[in-house]
């Protein structure tokens, strides 16, 4: 004799649908979680990412009687709406290019910059380049620029100019 099974297969369908839908809106649910991280994450870098220093002029001398010198001015710009404050600009060692090293050879301070404003130059003396890095009698010193947005967020550029939040 054969035993009656306790499984309706009626209802395995609608199980399997059951199933299937509860997949699904937890897959939507990670999904636009993700999506707004994502967003989140760009609406807080949207200030930082209009923050930028460069070299604005660089020297070098190679005197034959004294000790080889180098400086370079450095410009602090705020493209955004909103002021930044707590602005260090660094000039890095040489030795950033290589061990990606933020060792610092002097750093200034603004208290902030303006929303649209550019900071005047900022002269540093420089350790000359090594030679391999020398070109076309200039040279590109490592800037580093760490600053806080207006919203008390803090960042850092990196002189390849990767910005990161610190």
Known sequence: ML???SIQWGDFPTW???IGTVGTLVWAMALFASDRRGRRQGEERA???QVAAWVDRSSWNY???AAPTGECDVVVRNASELPVTDVVVALLTWAWYDKRSLERQASRLFPAVAPGGTTNSV???SEVPPAGRIRAE???P???LEFFDAH???WRRLPDGVLERI
């Open 47 to 49: 200030q930082a990412s």
């Open 123 to 125: 002269s540093f003396d």
């Open 63 to 65: 005197p034959h009687d």
């Open 152 to 154: 008390h967020r803090r």
């Open 138 to 140: 200039r040279f590109n």
């Open 16 to 18: 399997v649908a059951s």
């Open 3 to 5: 035993a009656k099974s």
């Open 142 to 144: 490592p800037i580093l």
